[in-house]
């Protein structure tokens, strides 16, 4: 298996315009999560899906932030419209119960 | 908010030293993992120690959970420059939550 698979690795938009982040979990995983990473606040979860039903969204920053998973092999976070205080790393996650998570390599988000 | 917490914030060690680093915890848990990041990357994940179990080994690292003091350990022996890096703890019960992670940095 190759792994989580997110897209892009690095994105730069402008305030205002609505990002996309995507991520494919690994097969078989029924758990998955988004989490944002930055100096001042550390790793903090904004999502989980089980069974491609949204669990906890409690992390979600704001309605400008959605996310979606349409199937078990892929989901999406929206932010519309984007701020600079959105720069950050998002990581997605995947998952069986009980066990460890594996994480994707992240998309580097910059809001100008 | 975070339910596990990394202490030290940071340490430097010399290549061939161990290093030491501890997690406290606030509520009861299923299990205990321990995550490592190198700048720039994902999370790797490296051990997992469930509730009812004391002490863990893989390879270099040794992991020690003390449920009753709500802490963990993580032990890197005879560590190596390719050791530095971002180390944390993450507890469910539900999803993961991690700490603000302990920064080492092994000097060659």
């Known amino acids: 298996d190759a792994g989580v698979i997110q897209s892009p690795r690095h994105e730069v938009t402008e305030m205002g315009q609505e990002v996309t982040l995507r991520c494919k979990p690994i097969?078989?995983?029924?758990?998955l999560f988004w989490y944002r990473q930055t100096m001042m606040r550390g790793l903090e979860l904004l999502i989980y899906?089980?069974?491609?039903?949204?669990?906890?969204d409690s992390g979600m920053p704001e309605d400008r932030f959605s996310a979606k998973m349409p199937n078990a092999s892929f989901s999406t976070l929206k932010i519309q419209p984007s701020e600079p205080r959105d720069s950050a790393v998002y990581f997605c996650?995947?998952?069986?119960?009980?066990?460890?998570?594996?994480f994707g390599s992240g998309t580097r988000l910059t809001v100008v | 908010s975070q339910q596990g917490e990394e202490d030290p914030q940071a340490l430097s060690i010399q290549e061939g030293e161990n290093a030491t680093m501890n997690c406290s915890y606030k509520?009861?848990?299923?299990?205990l993992q321990w995550y490592r990041q190198n700048s720039g990357r994902g999370l790797v994940h490296l051990i997992l120690?469930?509730?009812?179990?004391r002490e863990k080994h893989s390879g270099r690292l040794r992991v020690t959970l003390d449920t009753s003091k709500k802490s963990s350990s993580l032990l890197i022996t005879a560590s190596r420059a390719a050791d530095t890096a971002s180390y944390f703890c993450?507890?469910?019960?539900?999803?993961?939550?991690f700490g603000s992670g302990t920064r080492l940095q092994v000097q060659p």
């Open positions: 996650a995947s998952t069986i119960l009980g066990e460890s998570y594996t």
């Open positions: 097969s078989g995983h029924d758990y």
């Open positions: 899906f089980n069974n491609n039903v949204p669990i906890d």
């Open positions: 509520t009861s848990i299923n299990n």
């Open positions: 120690i469930r509730s009812n179990e």
């Open positions: 993450a507890t469910d019960p539900r999803a993961l939550t």
